[in-house]
């Protein structure tokens, strides 16, 4: 066993003598965290906008309780208030789901333009990438031909 070869050492050899471009890895990283950041801007300023309305919606409700809560002389001055509550609530459940619905739909425009210009990106450094190899073959080709 004592002659066996240390494959530890011989992977590390093998793969030092192996040319290795990062870059491209470390640009795609480097785009992938941006593109991670933009998406989660739009998500963060979406779901700060909807926390807004619902406060904004709680506390009027909870202002609005105050009149069903006050002590009334007639019982049926109780069902009126009631009757009031409900009917104002779903008024307002309406502009309230409206809104969210608003913030639901600029989020998600924002999310397609981000990502429409993320693959316009790729779509770019990837013609790139094609064209280099294929002009310096056609240059060598050209070379070649011309001797």
Request: charged share 25%; hydrophobic share 40%; glycine share 4%.
């Amino acid at each position: 066993m004592s002659g066996m070869t240390d494959m530890t050492n011989m992977f590390k050899d093998f793969m030092g003598s192996v040319p290795f471009e990062t870059k491209a890895f470390e640009d795609a990283f480097k785009n992938s965290a941006t593109l991670s950041e933009k998406i989660a801007g739009v998500a963060l300023t979406a779901a700060g906008k909807n926390a807004d309305v619902a406060t904004k919606w709680t506390k009027d409700t909870l202002t609005k309780m105050t009149e069903i809560s006050q002590a009334k002389n007639d019982p049926a001055n109780y069902a009126k208030s009631i009757s009031d509550f409900a009917s104002a609530q779903a008024e307002v459940a309406v502009g309230n789901i409206a809104e969210f619905a608003e913030i639901a739909k600029k989020a998600q425009m924002e999310s397609v333009d981000i990502m429409m210009a993320a693959s316009k990106g790729v779509d770019d450094e990837g013609t790139a990438e094609v064209k280099k190899p294929s002009n310096e073959t056609a240059s060598a080709v050209k070379k070649a031909s011309v001797k």
